[in-house]
C-alpha cells in the first residue's frame, strides 16, 4: 500500500509542529522520518496512524483519502517508542488481541499468534507478562503485536531507542529482514541517523516542521540539498568562500584554504558561497601549506586528523595509517571537487 | 555521612514508645480481652456474639450499609472522575472545586438537614405538594437504611473519585492508542485496556468507602439507628466493665479491617503494573459535542447541589425561626448563634473543642515531626525507620471507634488517662493519635523536597546537626508544617467517634459531641445544632483553604490510599 501525503499542516496552539508537508511513499519500502528532536517527525508518524487530525492537507492510503478514517478503521500497525505492551495481559493476549478485535475464530487467532511469535523468535513466551521480559523481548512483543494483523502499513515510533547499542545493531538488521520478507511498507521514525543510513530504502530528512530533502541513504549523504541536510548527516566541514571564475567547466572559489575547483551548476562570479566536504574526502600532503595539525586521534580502524587553518578548525579521516603526521605539523589539504557540495549565500 | 547516631536511636524510641504505648498496646488489650476467657484462650464471646439476634442483625445491617454505600460511591466515583480525567468543558475547573466540597463536613452533621429535608413535614414534601405531585405529606426515611446510605454517599464519593482519578491519569495512552491502532474503540477499548488498567484505583476506592462507611458512627447515630455496629460498639463501651462483647465486637471489626486491607494489598500488587517508561505523549483530552457538554455539566451540578444539599439545609436551619411545612424557612432569626454561646452545654463545648484541637495539634506536631524526621533522615537501620513509618501510618486503618474503645478499656484504672474520671488528655491524645498519618504525610513530602545537600552544605561548613535542623530544614519545611499543622486541627474539630465515646460527661463534651447531644434532646436542639455545624463548616472550609494554598496541588494526594 503507498501512502501519499498532501500539504499537511499541523498546530498545537501557535507552534506549528508541520508546515505543508508533502511525501510519497511507495508500496514495499522501507520509509524513514529523520530528524532532531522537536523537528514534528512524530507528529506525522501520528497523523498517519491517525492519533492526530491535520489541520490541513489530504492523507492517502492507496487511492483513498483517510482523513475521515479513525485509527482503529484504518488497518494499521503500529510499535511505540515505550512498546505500550498492556501490562494486565500476557505475551499471548497482547499479541491476539488485534486478532480478536476482528473477529477471527480462536483456531485462526491461535495460528496467527504463534506464526507472529516464530517471526519475532519469541516462541515459548506465550504465558509471560510484560514485566517478566526484558526489553529487548518487549520491542519483539510490540512488533509481533502490530505486524499480526497483517497491516497495510507498518508505522515505527523511534522503536530501538530503548535498547542498548548492541541489541539496536541486531535488530536493525532483524527487523529489515522481517519487513523486506513480509513485503510490508513501513514508515520508521527516528533520530539516529546510522539507524536511518544502515536501513532505509529512502529517507526524509526533516527539520522544525518542513522536509528538506528525499533521497536514498547513498543520495542523502553525498548530495545533501541543504546545509542543514550535510550537518545532520554524517560529519561535515564548512567553509565560506566566493566565486571568482570558471575553469574547465568547474568553478573556482576562494576560501581560507586558497582557491578550491567545485562542480555546481549556475554560479555567477562574487555569489558568496559555503563549501562543504566529508572529512574522509580529505587527502593530505606533507610539508608546506596554511594548514597546521592541532592534533590526530586514533580510532582503531581510522585516524582523526583536527585541522587549523585561520580561525577556521577543520577535521579529516585518515583510514590504514596513510600518512604519518604528528601534531604541530603543517600540512596542505586536496579535495577532490566532485565530493564538494556548494551551497549558495545570500 | 555516619549510618548511626545515637541522637536518632532516641527520638526512635520515644516516638516508637509513643506509637506502641497509645496505638499498638490498646489494640492489643481489645485482643487480648476478647479472646481470653477466665485466663484461658476461648471464642466463647465469638460464639455468643453470632447467636444474639440483636448482633447478628447490627451486623448484617452494617453490610448492608457498607456494601450500597460502597457500589453506589464507586460508580459515581468511576463516572465523575472519568468524565474529569478524559475530557476537556468549559466548567471543569469549576467543577474540580466543588466536586470535593463533601469534605467540608462530616456527614452525621448533614444528617441532621437530610432529616429536615425529608422530615413528614419538611421541605422536600412541602415542594411535592405544592407542585402537586403528591397530596399527602410521604415518610420518607421510614426506611433509614437508605437515608444513611444516601448520606454516606454524598458524602464519601470525592474518595473514589480522587483515587480512580488518580489511577486513570496515571495509565499511559500510548497503551490505549495501541487498541485504537489494532482496531479497538468505544466500548470495547475501555472494557478490555483501560478498565483493567484503572482497577488499582477502584480497589483503594473500594476498601476507603467501605471501611468507613462500615465504622461510621455519627450518621447512624444521628438517625436514631442502633442496629449497626459502631452503635452496638457505642452502647457497649458505656457498660464495659459488665459486658464483654464490645472487645469481641471490636476484634471483629478490626479483623474484617485487616481482611479487606490484606485482600486489597495482595490483589494491588499483584495488578500494580509499573507502567513501561511513560512515552512522551500526552493525553488527548476529549471535546464533547455541546449537547453532551451542557447534559454533563448539568448532571455534575445537580450531583454537586444534591451533596451540598444537606449542608445547605442545615444552613438554613442554623437561621430558622419556624421552618414547618414550607420549603425554606418562614421566618429568619439569630438568635441559635446567641443560644450557642449562652446555653451552658454549647459553650462548654466550643471552649472544649478548641482547646482539645489545639492541643492536640501541638502533641500531634511534636509527634509527626519526630516521626518523619527520623524515618526519613535518621541515621538508623532501614528497618528500624520501616517499622516507625508503619506504625505511624496505622491510624489510618484503625478505625476512631475501635481507637476509643481501646482506650476506654486498656486505660479505665490509669490516673490521668481514664475516660471516665477526666477525659481530656485521652481525648487530646486520641485526637493527635488518629490525625497523626496526615501530620506525618505532610511533614514528609516537605523533608523529601529539600534535598540532603542543602544540609551536608550547612555540616560542611561547620554547623552540628541540631542547629542545620533548626537553621536550615526546619525553615525550608515550614509551610508544610503549618499545612499539616491546620490539616490536623480542622480534622480534630470535627472528630466523631472518639469525641462521642471518649466524652462522657457533659462538662468535658466536645462540639460534635454537643451537636449531637443537643439534637436529639432539646426542642430547639436541631436548630442549636446546625448552628454549631455552620462554625464547624466554617472553620474546616477555612483550613482547607490556607492547607491547599500551602500545599498547591499536592492536596489532593493526602486523601488517596
Known amino acids: 500500500m503507498d501512502v501519499k501525503l498532501r500539504?499537511?499542516?499541523?498546530?498545537?496552539?501557535?507552534?506549528?509542529?508541520?508546515?505543508?508537508?508533502?511525501?510519497?511513499?511507495?508500496?514495499?519500502?522501507?520509509?524513514?522520518?529523520?530528524?532532531?528532536?522537536?523537528?514534528?517527525?512524530?507528529?506525522?508518524?501520528?497523523?498517519?496512524?491517525?492519533?492526530?487530525?491535520?489541520?490541513?492537507?489530504?492523507?492517502?492510503?492507496?487511492?483513498?483519502?483517510?482523513?475521515?478514517?479513525?485509527?482503529?478503521?484504518?488497518?494499521?500497525?503500529?510499535?511505540?517508542?515505550?512498546?505500550?505492551?498492556?501490562?494486565?495481559?500476557?505475551?499471548?493476549?497482547?499479541?491476539?488481541?488485534?486478532?480478536?478485535?476482528?473477529?477471527?475464530?480462536?483456531?485462526?487467532i491461535d495460528q496467527k499468534?504463534?506464526?507472529?511469535?516464530?517471526?519475532?523468535?519469541?516462541?515459548?513466551?506465550?504465558?509471560?507478562?510484560?514485566?517478566?521480559?526484558?526489553?529487548?523481548?518487549?520491542?519483539?512483543?510490540?512488533?509481533?503485536?502490530?505486524?499480526?494483523?497483517?497491516?497495510?502499513?507498518?508505522?515505527?515510533?523511534?522503536?530501538?531507542?530503548?535498547l542498548d547499542a548492541k541489541l539496536r545493531a541486531r535488530m536493525r538488521s532483524e527487523l529489515k529482514f522481517i519487513q523486506k520478507d513480509l513485503g510490508l511498507t513501513a514508515i520508521y521514525?527516528?533520530?539516529?541517523?546510522?539507524?536511518?543510513?544502515?536501513?532505509?530504502?529512502?529517507?526524509?530528512?526533516?527539520?522544525?516542521?518542513?522536509?528538506?530533502?528525499?533521497?536514498?541513504?547513498?543520495?542523502?549523504?553525498?548530495?545533501?540539498?541543504?546545509?542543514?541536510?550535510?550537518?545532520?548527516?554524517?560529519?561535515?566541514?564548512?567553509?565560506?568562500?566566493?566565486?571568482?571564475?570558471?575553469?574547465?567547466?568547474?568553478?573556482?572559489?576562494?576560501?581560507?584554504?586558497?582557491?578550491?575547483?567545485?562542480?555546481?551548476?549556475?554560479?555567477?562570479?562574487?555569489?558568496?558561497?559555503?563549501?562543504?566536504?566529508?572529512?574522509?574526502n580529505v587527502k593530505i600532503r606533507r610539508g608546506k601549506g596554511l594548514v597546521k595539525v592541532r592534533d590526530v586521534m586514533f580510532y582503531g580502524f581510522y585516524e582523526e586528523l583536527v585541522l587549523e587553518v585561520g580561525e577556521v578548525q577543520l577535521k579529516a579521516f585518515l583510514s590504514g595509517r596513510e600518512v604519518d603526521v604528528k601534531p604541530g605539523e603543517v600540512v596542505s589539504l586536496e579535495i577532490d571537487p566532485s565530493s564538494i557540495v556548494v551551497f549558495r549565500e545570500k | 555521612m555516619k549510618r548511626f547516631s545515637l541522637g536518632s536511636l532516641v527520638l526512635w524510641l520515644a516516638t516508637t514508645t509513643y506509637l506502641l504505648v497509645f496505638l499498638v498496646y490498646p489494640i492489643l488489650y481489645v485482643f487480648v480481652r476478647a479472646f481470653i476467657v477466665e485466663g484461658r484462650f476461648s471464642l466463647a464471646y465469638f460464639y455468643i456474639m453470632t447467636g444474639d439476634p440483636v448482633l447478628r442483625e447490627s451486623i448484617f445491617n452494617s453490610f448492608l450499609i457498607s456494601t450500597l454505600s460502597t457500589m453506589l460511591t464507586v460508580l459515581v466515583g468511576y463516572a465523575i472522575a472519568y468524565v474529569m480525567v478524559r475530557f476537556d468543558f468549559k466548567l471543569k475547573h469549576v467543577f474540580e472545586v466543588l466536586l470535593l466540597l463533601p469534605f467540608v463536613v462530616p456527614p452525621f452533621v448533614g444528617a441532621i438537614g437530610m432529616i429536615q429535608?425529608?422530615?413528614?413535614?419538611?421541605?422536600?414534601?412541602?415542594?411535592?405538594?405544592?407542585?402537586?405531585?403528591?397530596?399527602?405529606?410521604?415518610?420518607?426515611?421510614?426506611?433509614?437504611?437508605?437515608?444513611?446510605?444516601?448520606?454516606?454517599?454524598?458524602?464519601?464519593?470525592?474518595?473514589?473519585?480522587?483515587?480512580?482519578?488518580?489511577?486513570?491519569?496515571?495509565?499511559?495512552?500510548?497503551?490505549?492508542?495501541?487498541?485504537?491502532?489494532?482496531?479497538?474503540?468505544?466500548?470495547?477499548?475501555?472494557?478490555?485496556?483501560?478498565?483493567?488498567?484503572?482497577?488499582?484505583?477502584?480497589?483503594?476506592?473500594?476498601?476507603i468507602v467501605f471501611i468507613w462507611s462500615f465504622t461510621d458512627l455519627g450518621t447512624p447515630l444521628m438517625f436514631n439507628f442502633y442496629k449497626v455496629v459502631p452503635v452496638q460498639i457505642f452502647h457497649m463501651a458505656r457498660e464495659i466493665y459488665a459486658n464483654p462483647m464490645g472487645y469481641a465486637l471490636t476484634v471483629f471489626v478490626l479483623l474484617l479491617i485487616s481482611v479487606i486491607f490484606l485482600g486489597i494489598k495482595r490483589y494491588a500488587t499483584a495488578r500494580s503494573y509499573e507502567m513501561l517508561g511513560r512515552g512522551h505523549v500526552s493525553v488527548r483530552l476529549g471535546r464533547?459535542?455541546?449537547?453532551?457538554?451542557?447534559?454533563?455539566?448539568?448532571?455534575?451540578?445537580?450531583?454537586?447541589?444534591?451533596?451540598?444539599?444537606?449542608?445547605?439545609?442545615?444552613?438554613?436551619?442554623?437561621?430558622s425561626e419556624r421552618w414547618f411545612m414550607t420549603i425554606i424557612p418562614s421566618r429568619f432569626t439569630l438568635e441559635h448563634y446567641i443560644s450557642i454561646f449562652t446555653n451552658d452545654l454549647t459553650s462548654i463545648s466550643i471552649r472544649n473543642s478548641l482547646f482539645y484541637s489545639s492541643l492536640a495539634t501541638l502533641l500531634g506536631l511534636g509527634v509527626g515531626l519526630l516521626t518523619a524526621y527520623v524515618a526519613n533522615r535518621g541515621k538508623l537501620p532501614q528497618t528500624l525507620r520501616d517499622i516507625l513509618d508503619m506504625l505511624a501510618m496505622w491510624p489510618l486503618a484503625v478505625p476512631g471507634i475501635a481507637?476509643?474503645?481501646?482506650?476506654?478499656?486498656?486505660?479505665?484504672?490509669?490516673?490521668?488517662?481514664?475516660?471516665?474520671?477526666?477525659?481530656?488528655?485521652?481525648?487530646?491524645?486520641?485526637?493527635?493519635?488518629?490525625?497523626?498519618?496526615?501530620?506525618?504525610?505532610?511533614?514528609?513530602?516537605?523533608?523529601?523536597?529539600?534535598?540532603?545537600?542543602?544540609?551536608?552544605?550547612?555540616?560542611?561548613?561547620?554547623?552540628?546537626?541540631?542547629?542545620?535542623?533548626?537553621?536550615?530544614?526546619?525553615?525550608?519545611?515550614?509551610?508544610n508544617i503549618f499545612a499539616g499543622a491546620i490539616l490536623v486541627f480542622s480534622e480534630c474539630m470535627i472528630e466523631v467517634s472518639t469525641s462521642l465515646m471518649l466524652a462522657l460527661r457533659e462538662e468535658y463534651f466536645p462540639m460534635t459531641k454537643a451537636i449531637y447531644e443537643v439534637s436529639t434532646n432539646l426542642a430547639v436542639g436541631p436548630e442549636l445544632a446546625s448552628a454549631l455545624g455552620v462554625i464547624l463548616m466554617i472553620v474546616v472550609s477555612l483550613s482547607m483553604i490556607i492547607t491547599s494554598k500551602l500545599m498547591g496541588a499536592k492536596m489532593g494526594e493526602l486523601f488517596r490510599a
Not at chain 1, 575553469?247 to 555567477?268: M, P, Q, S
Not at chain 2, 413535614?121 to 437504611?145: E, H, T, Y
Not at chain 2, 474503540?185 to 476506592?205: D, E, N
Open chain 1, 189 to 280: 521514525v527516528t533520530h539516529d541517523q546510522a539507524e536511518a543510513l544502515s536501513m532505509a530504502d529512502r529517507i526524509a530528512v526533516m527539520n522544525i516542521g518542513v522536509v528538506e530533502q528525499v533521497g536514498t541513504p547513498l543520495e542523502i549523504y553525498e548530495k545533501p540539498r541543504t546545509k542543514f541536510v550535510a550537518d545532520f548527516i554524517g560529519e561535515i566541514n564548512m567553509l565560506e568562500g566566493v566565486v571568482v571564475g570558471r575553469e574547465n567547466g568547474l568553478f573556482v572559489v576562494e576560501t581560507v584554504l586558497g582557491k578550491l575547483k567545485v562542480a555546481g551548476e549556475d554560479l555567477a562570479d562574487g555569489q558568496k558561497v559555503t563549501v562543504s566536504f566529508r572529512p574522509e
Open chain 2, 403 to 479: 481507637l476509643a474503645f481501646g482506650y476506654l478499656s486498656s486505660f479505665s484504672d490509669v490516673p490521668l488517662l481514664s475516660a471516665y474520671g477526666n477525659p481530656t488528655l485521652i481525648i487530646i491524645i486520641a485526637y493527635a493519635t488518629r490525625r497523626l498519618p496526615y501530620m506525618v504525610r505532610t511533614i514528609y513530602a516537605g523533608l523529601q523536597q529539600v534535598h540532603r545537600s542543602l544540609e551536608e552544605a550547612a555540616v560542611s561548613l561547620g554547623s552540628k546537626p541540631f542547629k542545620v535542623v533548626m537553621q536550615i530544614t526546619i525553615p525550608l519545611i515550614l509551610a
Open chain 2, 288 to 319: 464533547m459535542s455541546k449537547t453532551v457538554e451542557v447534559l454533563v455539566s448539568v448532571l455534575l451540578g445537580l450531583w454537586v447541589f444534591a451533596a451540598a444539599l444537606p449542608h445547605i439545609s442545615v444552613i438554613l436551619l442554623s437561621f
Open chain 1, 113 to 162: 499468534v504463534k506464526w507472529a511469535l516464530k517471526l519475532v523468535r519469541m516462541e515459548g513466551m506465550e504465558k509471560k507478562y510484560p514485566n517478566q521480559l526484558s526489553g529487548g523481548q518487549q520491542q519483539r512483543v510490540a512488533l509481533a503485536r502490530a505486524l499480526v494483523i497483517e497491516p497495510d502499513v507498518l508505522l515505527l515510533d523511534e522503536p530501538l531507542s530503548n
Open chain 2, 117 to 207: 429535608l425529608f422530615a413528614r413535614f419538611g421541605a422536600v414534601n412541602a415542594f411535592l405538594m405544592q407542585l402537586g405531585v403528591i397530596s399527602r405529606p410521604i415518610d420518607w426515611f421510614g426506611n433509614r437504611i437508605l437515608g444513611i446510605v444516601l448520606l454516606e454517599v454524598l458524602h464519601l464519593y470525592p474518595i473514589a473519585y480522587l483515587n480512580i482519578a488518580a489511577a486513570l491519569s496515571n495509565i499511559d495512552p500510548t497503551l490505549e492508542e495501541s487498541a485504537e491502532t489494532l482496531g479497538v474503540k468505544g466500548l470495547r477499548k475501555f472494557a478490555t485496556v483501560t478498565f483493567p488498567l484503572s482497577l488499582p484505583g477502584v480497589a483503594a476506592a473500594t476498601a
Open chain 1, 7 to 108: 500539504n499537511i499542516v499541523k498546530k498545537f496552539g501557535k507552534y506549528v509542529a508541520l508546515n505543508k508537508v508533502s511525501l510519497d511513499i511507495r508500496d514495499g519500502e522501507l520509509f524513514f522520518i529523520l530528524g532532531p528532536s522537536g523537528c514534528g517527525k512524530t507528529t506525522m508518524l501520528r497523523i498517519i496512524a491517525g492519533l492526530y487530525e491535520p489541520d490541513e492537507g489530504d492523507i492517502f492510503f492507496g487511492e483513498n483519502r483517510v482523513n475521515d478514517v479513525p485509527p482503529y478503521a484504518r488497518n494499521i500497525g503500529m510499535v511505540f517508542q515505550n512498546y505500550a505492551l498492556w501490562p494486565h495481559m500476557t505475551v499471548y493476549d497482547n499479541i491476539a488481541y488485534g486478532l480478536k478485535a476482528r473477529g477471527l475464530s480462536s483456531r485462526e
